[in-house]
């Protein structure tokens, strides 16, 4: 049987986090091709990670910057390697390379964190986002580089391909289009769901450890809310999300229709 390993800097959190479901599919998705599955995490499990037991997988804790990954890998001797992010493959992938140098290296993007951050940065300084700053950044180089030394990248969404074909002039060969791997909708379970003119209210649902979920409720809250409130003022915004802060939960206001709720087991 072929074995796939999974490096992450945490546990998949399917509950609370979309990268973690989308590293659930993933590991779900191998299953199906009947590898045998392990996940090796930096940083031990929490209240919200995943039961991977129950889907097979077998897990270890490994070490930054510590040869007894050298010794973990070489007994393992997977055929494939995912790691979760370019951070993950900085840190182990070269090891991977001199220890396994037969097997695939995949990484999966989950998001370009370069646009991610450069994106954050001109907001926080109240600019607009222009791609010069994306090509000049670090974080761009790191992880185009990251994607080069991989044999294939997973890239979730279309703007980003057009963006690392575009004006990165990657390789289409190293890139594959990945959106999440989410089952079809059956016409039966459509016609349970509550017909459109029958809703009511808002919400908005994003774990608060990524800023752009940060910043979008706080532009939620001061500038288009007030907005709609205005046109129907008995309407309701509700705000879900795991690792709510203190910041967040201040936002709450009912007599504004403002509700901030926080982690709900199942959205």
Not at 156 to 174: C, D, H, N, Q, V
Request: with cysteine; proline share 4%; hydrophobic share 45%.
């Amino acid at each position: 049987m072929k074995k796939v390993l999974f490096i992450g800097l945490v546990f998949p959190e399917s509950v609370s986090t979309a990268a973690g479901s989308r590293m659930m599919q993933l590991l779900t998705l191998f299953k199906q091709y009947r590898y045998a599955l392990f996940f090796a995490g930096t940083a031990p499990e929490n209240t919200h990670s995943d039961n991977l037991e129950a889907l097979g997988v077998n897990k270890t804790i490994i070490a930054l910057n510590n040869s007894s990954f050298d010794d973990f890998i070489v007994k393992l001797q997977p055929d494939v390697v995912v790691f979760d992010r370019f951070i993950s493959e900085e840190q182990f992938g070269w090891r991977v390379a001199e220890h396994c140098p037969k097997a695939l290296r995949i990484l999966d993007t989950e998001d370009l964190h370069c646009l991610r951050k450069v994106r954050h940065q001109a907001i926080k300084h109240h600019k607009a986002f222009e791609m010069k700053n994306l090509l000049g950044a670090d974080i761009a180089k790191r992880e185009i580089a990251s994607i080069y030394r991989c044999d294939l990248s997973l890239i979730i969404s279309t703007y980003e391909m057009k963006l690392l074909m575009g004006i990165f002039r990657l390789a289409p060969s190293l890139l594959y289009h990945l959106p999440f791997l989410l089952d079809n909708l059956q016409d039966k379970e459509a016609q349970n769901f509550i017909p459109f003119e029958k809703r009511q209210h808002f919400m908005s649902i994003g774990n608060f450890l990524h800023a752009p979920n940060v910043d979008a409720v706080l532009y939620l809250k001061r500038v288009i809310w007030p907005l709609i409130h205005k046109q129907l003022p008995a309407s309701q915004l509700h705000i879900y999300g795991a690792y709510c802060t203190q910041q967040i939960r201040g936002l709450h206001n009912e007599k504004e229709g403002f509700f901030v709720n926080g982690f709900v087991k199942d959205a």
